[in-house]
C-alpha cells in the first residue's frame, strides 16, 4: 500500500485539496474526499494523510478549528469489497 499527503484549505466557499501532484477543489468535504479517491483509483490501494492548514481558515470558520482533525482517507483496491 502506497501513501500520499495532502494539505486542505478553504478559500471563497471551496476547500482545496493538494499535494502529491493532486490540486482539486470542492465546497463539500465529503464530495472532495470522493474526487481525490477517484483520481487515485489506478493507484489503489492507497491511504492519504489529510491535513489541514488551520493558519488558512477564513475568519468565519477559526472559531471551528477544533472539529477540523486530520484524517487519513483509505482508497480500498478494486478486488476490495
Given at each position: 500500500m502506497s501513501a500520499h499527503e495532502l494539505v486542505l484549505t478553504y478559500e471563497h466557499g471551496v476547500w482545496r485539496a493538494h499535494g502529491a501532484g493532486i490540486d482539486l477543489g470542492h465546497a463539500?468535504?465529503?464530495?472532495?474526499d470522493a474526487l481525490v479517491a477517484a483520481r487515485l483509483a489506478s493507484a489503489a490501494p492507497v491511504d492519504v494523510c489529510v491535513q489541514?492548514?488551520?493558519?488558512?481558515?477564513?475568519?468565519?470558520?477559526?472559531?471551528?478549528?477544533?472539529?477540523?482533525?486530520?484524517?487519513?482517507?483509505?482508497?480500498?483496491?478494486?478486488?476490495?469489497?
Open positions: 463539500d468535504l465529503s464530495e472532495l489541514f492548514d488551520l493558519a488558512a481558515l477564513p475568519r468565519g470558520l477559526q472559531q471551528y478549528q477544533a472539529h477540523y482533525c486530520n484524517y487519513t482517507l483509505r482508497v480500498p483496491g478494486s478486488d476490495s469489497s
